[in-house]
């Protein structure tokens, strides 16, 4: 118990540290910035990684599952009148697809094992969810999240570059919930709150949309 209360701890300064920061340097992750102040929060203290992610990584996984869920309150407050409801479902089928076809073709084409090609077929989904499709489809589970986590930190970390000459903040939100899956989400609330609504909406809708068409998919082909 103690073990756990300190890892907490460690995390919640790292977070409280990284906030300044990040309202420095806007263009970089509050995540990307806060897992720096934990590496170098742990060799002050002289606790092995092993040991911090032994005793947190349970009680994280299991937080991060009701985060996702929480989800649901800025999409409660989402008005729909005004979606373009064509446009969105032609942006969230390309975007599923492509953000799984893209991935898995390169890992193919550099010959990786078949698990780590299926790993890649996780890409385009939040991290909850893709560990229940990387346990679907036998895939390894620390890859499957080093590989979301990857992306999303890429994808925000460069959106400030891509989305520079995009005003529109429906259009922002949405590219970087489909992209940048949590972290681009917690980006585009800094945009403004409907960024960050149309954001969770494209995340949440792109993940359960994922979610079904891409096991069934795989079993198919199997």
């Given at each position: 118990?103690?073990s756990?209360?300190?890892g907490?701890?460690?995390t919640?300064?790292?977070?409280l540290?990284a906030?300044?920061?990040?309202?420095?340097?806007?263009?970089?992750?509050?995540?990307?910035?806060?897992?720096?102040f934990?590496?170098?929060?742990l060799?002050?203290?002289?606790?092995?990684?092993e040991?911090?992610?032994?005793?947190?990584?349970?009680?994280f996984s299991h937080?991060?599952?009701?985060v996702?869920?929480a989800?649901?309150?800025?999409?409660?407050?989402?008005?729909?009148?005004?979606?373009p409801?064509?446009?969105?479902?032609?942006?969230?089928?390309?975007?599923s697809?492509?953000?799984?076809a893209?991935?898995?073709?390169?890992?193919?084409?550099l010959h990786?094992?078949e698990?780590?090609?299926?790993?890649?077929a996780?890409?385009?989904?939040?991290?909850?969810?893709?560990?229940n499709i990387?346990t679907?489809?036998?895939?390894p589970?620390?890859?499957?999240?080093l590989?979301?986590?990857?992306s999303?930190?890429?994808?925000?970390?460069?959106?400030?570059?891509?989305?520079?000459?995009?005003?529109?903040?429906?259009?922002?939100?949405l590219a970087?919930?489909l992209?940048?899956h949590?972290?681009?989400t917690?980006?585009?609330?800094?945009?403004?709150a409907v960024?960050?609504?149309?954001?969770?909406?494209?995340?949440?809708v792109?993940?359960?949309?994922t979610a079904?068409w891409?096991?069934?998919?795989?079993?198919?082909?199997?």
């Open positions: 118990m103690f756990i209360l300190v907490f701890l460690i919640l300064v790292a977070y540290a906030k300044p920061v990040n309202k420095r340097f806007p263009q970089v992750p509050l995540l990307v910035i806060g897992m720096f934990v590496i170098g929060i060799l002050l203290l002289r606790i092995p990684y040991k911090y992610n032994a005793d947190m990584n349970g009680i937080l991060l599952g009701y996702t869920v989800l649901a309150i800025p999409l409660a407050a989402m008005r729909y009148d005004d979606l409801l064509k446009s969105v479902v032609g942006i969230l089928v390309f975007a697809i492509s953000a799984v893209l991935p898995m073709s390169l890992a193919y084409i990786m094992s698990p780590t090609i299926m790993a890649f996780t890409r385009a989904v939040t991290t909850p969810i893709a560990i990387a679907l489809l036998h895939s589970v620390s890859l499957v999240i590989i979301v986590i990857l999303g930190v890429i994808g925000s970390a460069f959106s400030s570059i891509i989305l520079r000459n995009i005003n529109d903040e429906r259009a922002s939100g970087l919930g992209a940048a949590a972290i681009g917690a980006q585009a609330w800094q945009r403004g960024a960050g609504r149309y954001a969770a909406f494209g995340m949440a792109n993940a359960v949309f079904i891409l096991p069934t998919f795989m079993l198919l082909i199997k």
